[in-house]
Every structure is written in structure tokens, then in C-alpha cells.
């Protein structure tokens, strides 16, 4: 059995992302919101594992994702959502010559 290839999409130009520092891409037919912090880009899949509200609408506070519907913290670096047994799936992300790539695979499964 051969190792999964990992496979890195394209998205954005980092100097695209505007004031509110997020942007929702497709990564290989899914939908991924992107959040800027820093220098860092984090990436999400979009569709929040509890009740499928858009993370993009959510807001980035002290290095969590919170998504608009029940408020629920997922935490940028892991996925995981405070006082929950869940995850949502994230993405590694890397910056090449200014542009914003994502793996095609998500780093995390819901459990
Ligand atoms: S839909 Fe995201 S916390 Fe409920």
C-alpha cells in the first residue's frame, strides 16, 4: 500500500486577504475558509461540524475560530472545539513566493 501524495492547492495571494483577514477558497471541491493571523494563514473546512453554519461569517478572538451559529471555539492551530469531544477538520497551509497554498487533505477529521 502506497503513502497518500499529498497535494497542495493554490488558493489566494497573501495581499488579497482585506481588513477582516479571512477569505473562503475552494480546495479540491470543498469549501475552506481562511483566516489571517499574524503572518500566519489557518485553514478551515467551512461547514462547522455541529450544525453546518459557514465558519467564514464567524470571527477569529484569542487564537480561536468561533463560529456564528452556537459559538462554539475552535481552536486555530488543532481544530478542536473548547468544552466539545470535536473536531473540525483543518488543513496545513504554506506561503510560496506570495501565494497562499492549502493541502488537498485535511489535517484533522471530525471524531
Ligand atoms: S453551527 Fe457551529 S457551533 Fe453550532
Do not use: N
Not at 469549501?31 to 473546512?45: E, R, W
Not at 481552536?75 to 483543518?90: I, K, R, V
Request: hydrophobic share 40%; net charge negative; charged share 25%.
Amino acid at each position: 500500500m502506497s503513502a497518500p501524495v499529498e497535494e497542495w492547492v493554490a488558493t489566494v495571494q497573501l495581499s488579497s486577504f482585506g481588513a477582516r483577514k479571512k477569505m473562503l477558497v475552494d480546495v479540491a471541491g470543498e469549501p475552506v475558509s481562511l483566516f489571517k493571523v499574524g503572518p500566519d494563514v489557518f485553514a478551515f473546512h467551512d461547514i462547522c461540524i455541529h450544525q453546518e453554519r459557514s465558519l467564514f461569517k464567524g470571527t477569529i478572538l484569542h487564537g480561536a475560530v468561533i463560529c456564528p451559529g452556537h459559538q462554539w471555539k475552535f481552536d486555530l492551530e488543532t481544530g478542536y472545539a473548547e468544552d466539545q469531544d470535536e473536531c473540525q477538520p483543518t488543513y496545513e497551509t504554506k506561503i510560496v513566493d506570495g501565494t497562499v497554498f492549502v493541502s488537498a487533505t485535511p489535517r484533522k477529521q471530525a471524531i
